[in-house]
């Protein structure tokens, strides 16, 4: 089966990350982990608006989506700024600071790319091969039949 990527630029305001849920949820519609996609990219797209250079007036962030039969990449990209996605302790005393740890704990790697002007957080999901109830897909396709 043919690997796709899918991208999509959004504003970096609220209702966005609604959007950025959405974009996900179509694309990846019918594959086992598509909530927990979901979430991850909700989570990364309200870091983006929130902690970046994205929630300045005008700015954007952009969701990727690169999917294979069991695997998919999932990336959010923001504006960057001066500060840097940086995990919270587990049990520490901070306010918030769940996000990152949340997709660390769902995601089978994750990591953070890029600099103040523009960075990449990005989280792999694997469906094992032998659960695989997978067909995922091709872009806005239903259940491939043939
Ligand atoms: N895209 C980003 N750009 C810059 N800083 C970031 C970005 N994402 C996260 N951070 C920094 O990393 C910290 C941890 O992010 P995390 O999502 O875990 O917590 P939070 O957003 O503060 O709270 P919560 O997600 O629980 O509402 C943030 O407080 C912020 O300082
Ligand atoms: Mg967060």
Do not use: C
Not at 5 to 21: D, H, I, Q, W, Y
């Amino acid at each position: 089966m043919a690997a796709w990527r899918m991208s999509r630029s959004f504003l970096g305001t609220p209702p966005s990350v609604t959007e950025a849920r959405r974009f996900v949820t179509t694309f990846l519609a019918g594959w086992p982990l598509v909530d927990t996609a979901e979430l991850i990219v909700s989570e990364l797209a309200t870091n983006a608006i929130r902690h970046s250079a994205t929630k300045r007036f005008g700015g954007r962030f952009h969701v990727e989506i690169q999917a294979e039969r069991h695997r998919v990449w999932l990336g959010v990209t923001d504006e960057g700024g001066p500060d840097a996605p940086a995990m919270h302790t587990p049990g520490g005393e901070e306010e918030g600071g769940r996000g990152l740890l949340l997709v660390a704990t769902l995601a089978d790697s994750y990591g953070v790319r890029g600099d103040e002007y523009g960075r990449t957080v990005w989280a792999t999901l694997l469906v094992p091969v032998a659960g695989a109830a997978s067909a995922p897909f091709r872009p806005g396709a239903g259940e491939s039949r043939g």
